[in-house]
């Protein structure tokens, strides 16, 4: 009974401890409780990082160097063999700190009062790891991926031409590139792990260019090589080249189906053309006449000068340039001008505007060359501006051309020659055309004075000099008329009067030591009213034999 009674106060001895040590545990739970209650209770960590003890609003600056961890971390990035290195954080991962640190605040503190209690023991002897809360933003990838100027869509850019001052330069332009930034943002989600090393391609697609850039560089080259050439004109016997410096003038560029062109157009080419070949392509010819009674009659038309360039020059001059000829022949044209047309037709001769006759003694020889020389100048046409070289027009005096031997003056002697007393003729037109009020671009005077001449109006020739050229200096066309007697020549000169010329007097004065000059002056008044005074004149010897110094002349060898 004894025993009894000692095992159950023994028995109740204990549990009454038990009892106490159980009260002394809650109540020591229950002060550390409260004392953590706005702290992170003992034993919980996150990532190597303690937390217990700190205050929850400070939770989350304690957890920043996860943060950095995560957010700072490399992602490497490779694009068409470059690679780039871009913080995970810029590619839109995000640690949610806010997140943990509500864990932690409730880590070791749910549930009923026993799994508190539970817990709270744990805390000593464990650790309680907060799960890292962390999120990735797809549309933050895409948008710094596109940020990313490597990785920008950029259009193909197709070759152009241009031209500045007739210098053509090609841009080759560029190909254009489409980036596949949702596959790789695809990529980089499935990829990425927080604390791994992560590694995506972005692909990327070669946009090429519809016009092949080596195209325009032969389109360049092909009118380089026009320029370089040159295109020569022809027009009749006339020609003249189409240099670069001109032709650059005429480039343009023309849009096509095929990308750009470089054409030649035709703005004032035709005008640069007719100036440079501004000659006549093919002359005119003269109109010929008789003389009836006095009076001009037109027996053939003459024709206008062939002048450069039939309608339509301009194109054929575009298309050759276009096509890349060498050489193109242009067709001329009739002169429309109405004054060739005028000269062409005769109209404008209409009447006699002088006439000088010179007489000699019947059936010498000489006479047979005096009417021979006026037969081969009959009906000689004198455009205004033109000359007639007496000697270039029958050209040397031969037996075969009709001549024989006649007495003329050589150096100063009287002698014997093929053609001889042709200067009868020199001296007959010279007064025609002194009175007709023409000038004269070359002539001489006999060295000797003969008195069947006017004296210090007259003129010689020979071959090949003395000359007699007679120059139109009127504004209208004037025809040479000869007739012939036994004992006279006469030259008349047609035309439309325009001028009345009138000798004015002669003056006499000595030439050299022994010559006699001889001035002749005349006055032109014309149509218009203005007036021109000139003169010719002669030099004539004392005797036959003597030089104008006194000395003897040698007599010329047999």
């Not at 929850?56 to 950095?68: A, F, K, T, W």
């Not at 042709?422 to 008195?451: E, K, M, P, R």
């Not at 007679?470 to 439309?496: A, E, G, K, Q, R």
């Amino acid at each position: 009974m004894a025993m009894v009674k000692l095992l159950t106060r023994i028995l109740s001895g204990v549990a009454i401890g038990l009892l106490v040590v159980i009260l002394v545990g809650i109540a020591t739970w229950q002060i550390d409780f409260r004392r953590q209650q706005d702290q992170v209770m003992r034993g919980v960590a996150a990532r190597g990082i303690e937390l217990g003890g700190v205050r929850i609003e400070q939770v989350e600056g304690r957890l920043s160097p996860i943060v950095d961890e995560i957010e700072n971390a490399i992602v490497t990035i490779s694009s068409d063999g470059t690679t780039f290195e871009i913080p995970a954080g810029e590619l839109g991962v995000n640690v949610d700190t806010e997140a943990m640190a509500e864990r932690a605040a409730t880590a070791r503190r749910d549930g009923g009062p026993m799994e508190r209690l539970r817990s709270w023991v744990d805390s000593y002897r464990d650790t309680e790891r907060i799960g890292l809360e962390w999120s990735l933003d797809r549309r933050q990838t895409r948008q710094r991926l596109l940020a990313e100027p490597a990785f920008a869509n950029a259009a193909p850019r197709e070759p152009s031409l241009s031209l500045e001052n007739g210098t053509i330069e090609v841009d080759r332009g560029r190909e254009g590139r489409h980036v596949n930034i949702d596959a790789a943002v695809n990529d980089f989600v499935e990829a990425y792990r927080p604390f791994n090393n992560t590694t995506i391609e972005v692909t990327t697609r070669i946009i090429p260019r519809k016009l092949n850039p080596q195209v325009l560089v032969r389109r360049k080259n092909r009118i380089e090589g026009i320029l370089r050439r040159g295109l020569r004109v022809e027009v009749g016997e006339e020609s003249m080249t189409l240099t670069s410096n001109i032709l650059r003038e005429l480039l343009v560029l023309r849009d096509s189906k095929e990308g750009q062109v470089i054409r030649f157009v035709g703005d004032g080419l035709g005008d640069i053309i007719e100036d440079a070949i501004d000659e006549e392509i093919a002359p005119a010819t003269d109109p010929t006449f008789e003389v009836v009674d006095g009076e001009p009659r037109v027996v053939s038309a003459g024709t206008v000068p062939q002048i450069c360039c039939a309608d339509g020059s301009q194109k054929l001059l575009v298309d050759a340039l276009n096509r890349g000829d060498e050489k193109i022949e242009l067709e001329s044209v009739p002169s429309e001008d109405p004054t060739d047309q005028a000269l062409a037709s005769g109209e404008w001769v209409t009447e006699q505007v002088s006439s000088f006759t010179t007489e000699h003694a019947c059936c010498e020889s000489r006479v047979a060359n005096i009417h021979r020389f006026a037969d081969l100048t009959q009906g000689v046409y004198l455009n205004p501006g033109e000359s007639v070289s007496l000697n270039g027009h029958v050209g040397e005096r031969t037996e075969e051309k009709g001549f024989v031997s006649g007495g003329f003056i050589s150096r100063g002697r009287l002698v014997q020659d093929i053609g001889g007393g042709v200067s009868q003729y020199a001296t007959t037109i010279f007064n025609a055309a002194f009175f007709a009020g023409l000038d004269f671009d070359t002539y001489q005077s006999h060295s000797l004075y003969i008195s069947r001449y006017p004296r210090g109006r007259e003129a010689t020739i020979s071959f090949p000099a003395p000359d007699l050229e007679i120059n139109n200096s009127t504004d209208y066309p004037v025809l040479i008329w000869n007739s012939y007697t036994d004992t006279s020549i006469t030259v008349s000169m047609y035309s439309t009067e325009n001028v009345r010329v009138l000798e004015t007097g002669q003056s006499e004065g000595t030439w050299g030591e022994v010559c006699t000059k001889v001035d002749t002056f005349r006055q032109r008044t014309y149509s218009d009213g203005s007036e021109v005074g000139d003169s010719v004149f002669a030099i004539y010897r004392p005797d036959e034999g003597i030089s104008c110094d006194g000395t003897e002349i040698p007599a010329p060898e047999d």
